[in-house]
T-cell receptor, first 115, second 114 residues
Framework: EPEVTQTPSHQVTQMGQEVILRCVPI?????FYWYRQILGQKVEFLVS????????KSEIFDDQFSVERPDGSNFTLKIRSTKLEDSAMYFC?????????????FGPGTRLLVL | AQKITQTQPGMFVQEKEAVTLDCTYD???????LFWYKQPSSGEMIFLIY??????QNATEGRYSLNFQKARKSANLVISASQLGDSAMYFC???????????FGTGTRLAVRP
């Protein structure tokens, strides 16, 4: 069964460093998303991506964040200069875009710790 | 704006019994979808069940069913014959349309007692 994959599973970084989180969405999906979940809190939307451009972003997704789909399979989230408060689980998700209320399938997440 | 409310931070259920996890929502959109996800201690988000706003019948997926009451804006998850492996965090979520973001509730932590 097709699934969303994410790498790395865990990342520890120093404050101010750049990190790139990688995702491979389900191959025939058209919509891609990043969410984050700070420990013990609810899942928050960061950004959605369709047709090679951002379709919506939240207030959290400021100039320190960027997304890219560099080839036909990968979808990346870059944080340019990490802050302590960026420590969270980051989830990538994808959906089919076939019309109607299609389901978003989530990857296993990348747990980011900023020291 | 859409809002999801889950008022039960934690629930216990005895193994093999049924349990209902509450979810209410608020939206002004006539068309929307409601979802439940399970998050075990390992952290991944597992899709369980979906209900469309125009669906006439309540959704069912194996031991999961969704008690959809549109007038009351509620979409409660019912898990029948609970198993130890059902112990996890459960999130209710909604979105407007194709490609739209999911808005999540705060979750309910379910513990199944042997």
């Amino acid at each position: 069964e097709p699934e969303v994959t994410q790498t790395p599973s865990h990342q520890v970084t120093q404050m101010g460093q750049e990190v790139i989180l990688r995702c491979v969405p389900i191959s025939n999906h058209l919509y891609f998303y990043w969410y984050r979940q700070i420990l013990g809190q609810k899942v928050e939307f960061l950004v959605s991506f369709y047709n090679n451009e951002i379709s919506e972003k939240s207030e959290i997704f400021d100039d320190q964040f960027s997304v890219e789909r560099p080839d036909g399979s990968n979808f990346t989230l870059k944080i340019r200069s990490t802050k302590l408060e960026d420590s969270a689980m980051y989830f990538c998700a994808s959906s089919g875009g076939g019309g109607g209320q299609e389901t978003q399938y989530f990857g296993p997440g990348t747990r980011l710790l900023v020291l | 704006a859409q809002k999801i409310t889950q008022t039960q931070p934690g629930m216990f259920v005895q193994e093999k019994e049924a349990v209902t996890l509450d979810c209410t929502y608020d939206t002004s959109d006539p068309s929307y979808g409601l979802f439940w996800y399970k998050q075990p201690s390992s952290g991944e988000m597992i899709f369980l069940i979906y209900q469309g706003s125009y669906d006439q019948q309540n959704a069912t997926e194996g031991r999961y069913s969704l008690n959809f009451q549109k007038a009351r804006k509620s979409a409660n998850l019912v898990i029948s014959a609970s198993q130890l492996g059902d112990s996890a965090m459960y999130f209710c979520a909604m979105k407007k349309s194709s490609g739209d973001k999911l808005t999540f509730g705060t979750g309910t932590r379910l513990a199944v007692r042997p």
